[in-house]
């Protein structure tokens, strides 16, 4: 399974992508940023973040997108910035059909380093250990976008198999119930055609 992890930013969007399965090891396809200016006009920052995360699925081409969920903080006009940001990759991915999960810092931390109130050095350490790289990735948006696919490999892989046994499981229940149906028409029609010839 491939995943591309969105850490999002208006400033710094952090992308990154690894490929692997819950309980073997996990191997980096790419890892990186992309960066908009502070004194760019809001709609060219959102319209370079989209440029860059469209580039990206065309040269990663991921089976799922995980992007950070964005939650209340202090500062309303950041995590306005980190939402819209967000509100794109979730928009890119939607748009070729890919399945978009959505987590939040404390369940990403709690994944890659066991405790939910993890620092961006603790993630950043066990990104590096946990993809076997020579140094750590940087910027932290970088190694944040590693952590959410890392944790959507381990944790969402298995939620998506569960999604789609439940999904085939329901287009087999209307398969069979559209299957009853034509044999019930059948047998109505059939019964109808009896009576018209014991009618004749």
């Known amino acids: 399974m491939r995943v591309m992890g969105v850490d999002p930013g208006l400033t710094r969007c952090g992308l990154g992508a690894v490929e692997g399965r819950p309980g073997a ?83 990403v931390k709690a994944a890659i380093t066991g405790s939910g109130t993890a620092d961006k050095k603790q993630i950043g350490t066990m ?28 944790r969402g892989g298995a939620q998506h198999r569960l999604a789609e046994a439940m999904a085939k499981a329901k287009t087999q229940d209307r398969l069979a119930e559209a299957v009853a149906k034509a044999k019930t028409q059948g047998r109505a029609a059939s019964a109808r055609t009896t009576r018209k010839d014991v009618a004749l």
Do not use: Y
């Open 25 to 107: 090891p996990l191997s980096l396809v790419a890892v990186g940023v992309v960066r908009t200016g502070a004194d760019e006009e809001l709609g060219a920052r959102l319209v370079g973040i989209e440029a860059g995360i469209e580039q990206w699925l065309d040269d990663v081409r991921p089976d799922a997108v995980a992007v950070e969920r964005v939650f209340s903080q202090h500062n309303v006009r950041t995590v306005m910035g980190t939402a819209q940001a967000a509100g794109i990759a979730v928009l890119c991915a939607a748009r070729r059909g890919l399945p978009v999960a959505l987590h939040t810092p404390s369940e």
């Open 127 to 154: 990104v590096t250990r946990l993809l076997r790289l020579s140094e750590m990735p940087k910027p932290a948006d970088a190694a944040d976008a590693l952590a959410l696919a890392i944790c959507h490999v381990w």
